[in-house]
C-alpha cells in the first residue's frame, strides 16, 4: 500500500474532465480519438526526423523541415489537451536520481575535444 501511495504521491497530473465511459466499450470517446492522434503524431515526428536528416535536396529539407515543426507543434497541442483533461500523467523522479543523472552528463561534457 505504501508503494502505491509513493507513486500515486509522485504523478503529475490534472483532475479528469469530460464523460468517460464507467465501463468501456468498442466505441472510441473523446480521450480515445485524442490518444490515437498523440500516438500518429510521435510516429510521423519520429519518421519525418529521419527523412529530414537525408533529404538530398536543399528545397526538399526545408519544406520536409516546415512539416516537421508543424507536426511537433500539432503534437504538443495534443498533448497539452490530454494533461489539461487529466489524460496524461507524469511521474515525477527523485531528486537523487536527477542528481546522478545530471553528474554523469556533466562528466561526458569533460570527454569532448572542443
Known sequence: ???E????NSQIANPQTGQ??????????DRDFINDGLSTC???????????REASHKELYSDMLQILMETHDSCREMYN??????????????????DQ??????????QFPY
Open 42 to 52: 510521435k510516429y510521423l515526428t519520429d519518421s519525418l526526423n529521419v527523412a529530414v
Open 81 to 98: 489537451i490530454m494533461f489539461q483533461n487529466g489524460w496524461y500523467k507524469l511521474e515525477a523522479e527523485e531528486q537523487q536520481k536527477i
Open 20 to 29: 468517460l465511459p464507467k465501463v468501456k466499450s468498442p466505441d472510441m470517446n
Open 1 to 3: 500500500m505504501e508503494n
Open 101 to 110: 543523472a545530471y553528474k554523469q552528463f556533466s562528466n561526458y561534457s569533460s
Open 5 to 8: 501511495q509513493t507513486k500515486k
